[in-house]
């Protein structure tokens, strides 16, 4: 067996593996293995979205940085109830649009990756058959697995929004019985536009297709697939970890809020 076959069949196993454990926790937020560590420095080779390959994403950033500093200019006022609702509703227009494009993506995506399969062919002509072979199988399992993660990523973010629902309903719980919950409010506008903010960022790694488009003769193809197969890892590595961290710190932020005004209530009051 050839040293470029026992390379690809390691690489496979390692996908596959990771495959089935993400398909057996369907609700939980899956990482790759980390196995050995991997330096910023051995990230030299990016993946290549091509724009004909892949549908177009909105820049929902900027109106996400725009609600941001909206949000962090809100005084409290008179206004101040008015400038809430029509922040909620400018985030809510905003969620929609982006579940939106999360759906168009997924509408297309198999078809995109299919005719992206398709062009690869050429590519890998200079490659051995047996080569050849395992290169398509890498391509399908890579992309394979970067809808299960970020389908993962997409219900973990809708479990935050859950328990964001259910502060949101203590506020108005307590804001009924005449607390100021203006802090709590503010704090519960910034966890939703974080919310807003990781969704756009699952949304782009979601709409990417691992085509492969920068293998050449120049690089050994196991080397260049093992490469591939590092930097996927490390993509979706960092991804899992700022969106726990991220998502588990609005929350906190919002729930420490809530814990001060109860902390101001009586007992009859609770």
């Keep these: 067996m050839s040293n470029f076959k026992k390379t690809f069949i390691i690489l496979l196993f390692i996908l596959g593996t990771i495959l089935i454990f993400a398909q057996t926790e369907p ?39 725009i609600l941001k500093e909206k949000i962090k200019n809100i005084k409290s006022s008179d206004e101040f109830k008015n400038e809430i609702q029509k922040l909620k509703e400018e985030q809510k227009a905003l969620r929609e649009e982006i579940n939106k494009k999360i759906e168009e993506i997924r509408e297309q995506k198999e078809k995109l990756i299919k005719e992206t399969r398709e062009n690869l062919l050429p590519k890998i002509e200079m490659l051995k058959e047996k080569q050849r072979e395992a290169s398509l ?13 970020t389908d993962n990523y997409l219900k973990y973010i809708s479990q935050i929004e859950e328990k964001l629902v259910k502060a949101e309903e203590k506020i108005k719980e307590l804001k009924s019985k005449g607390l100021n919950t203006e802090n709590a409010e503010k704090k519960l506008l910034e966890a939703q536009n974080k919310i807003n903010e990781l969704r756009e960022q699952v949304l782009n790694q979601q709409n990417k297709i691992y085509d492969f488009k920068d293998l050449s003769t120049s690089t050994p193809a196991k080397q260049y697939f093992a490469q591939k197969v590092k930097e996927f890892r490390e993509t979706h590595k960092n991804l899992r970890e700022l969106i726990v961290k991220e998502g588990r710190s609005v929350v906190k932020n919002v729930l420490d809020e809530i814990k001060k005004l109860l902390a101001t209530t009586t007992p009859s009051q609770q």
């Design 137 to 149: 199988k890498m391509y399908d399992k890579i992309n394979d697995l970067n809808k299960i993660f």
């Design 27 to 65: 609700n939980q937020i899956k990482i790759v293995p980390t196995g050995e560590e991997i330096s910023p420095a051995t990230l030299t080779i990016e993946f290549v979205t091509s724009s004909k390959t892949s549908t177009e994403t909105p820049n929902f950033r900027e109106k996400i940085q």
